[in-house]
């Protein structure tokens, strides 16, 4: 059961909007990360495949394919359901807020985005994703010695 503290969280900003992708990028300077960006959910549904991020903001309104079917289609999947998504919007009606939900968002932040908002919850998010991969961990581990001791 290795765990490396030191690794740097992963994070996949998706924004087909040039500025707002840009301006997005530049708030996560103040936090350690890596970043790595899409234009489309096309592209996205690519990067988090070939890139395994530790997080998501997730534009809804996006050529190609919505956020929400990036969403839908990831939390979906098992192999990238416990990415934790924020989705970022400039739709604020409650059906909209009700359909981020319904694809399987685990936030939302509303455009204009505030820096520290945005920060905070990138923050929160990277905690919860870490203690939810040890958790994993923890359990794959108490199986493998179960197994051991039953064989």
Same mark, same amino acid.
């Given at each position: 059961m290795t765990e490396d503290k030191n690794a740097i969280p992963k994070v996949l900003v998706v924004d087909d909007n040039e500025h707002n992708l840009e301006l997005l990028l530049a708030y996560l300077e103040d936090i350690d990360c890596d970043c790595l960006s899409a234009v489309d959910g096309t592209e996205a549904v690519d990067m988090v495949r070939a890139h395994m991020p530790?997080?998501?903001l997730l534009d809804i309104m996006m050529p190609k394919m919505s956020g929400f079917e990036v969403c839908r289609r990831l939390k979906a999947d098992p192999a990238t359901e416990h990415i934790p998504i924020i989705m970022v919007t400039a739709l604020s009606e409650l059906g909209d807020i009700e359909r981020a939900i319904d694809s399987g968002t685990d936030d939302f932040l509303s455009k204009p985005v505030n820096k520290l908002e945005l920060l905070t919850?990138?923050?929160t998010m990277f905690k919860i994703k870490h203690l939810t991969d040890k958790l994993e961990r923890t359990l794959a581990y108490l199986s493998e010695v179960e @197994?051991?001791?039953? @064989?």
């Open positions: 530790d997080l998501i919850r990138v923050k @197994s051991q001791i039953n @064989s």
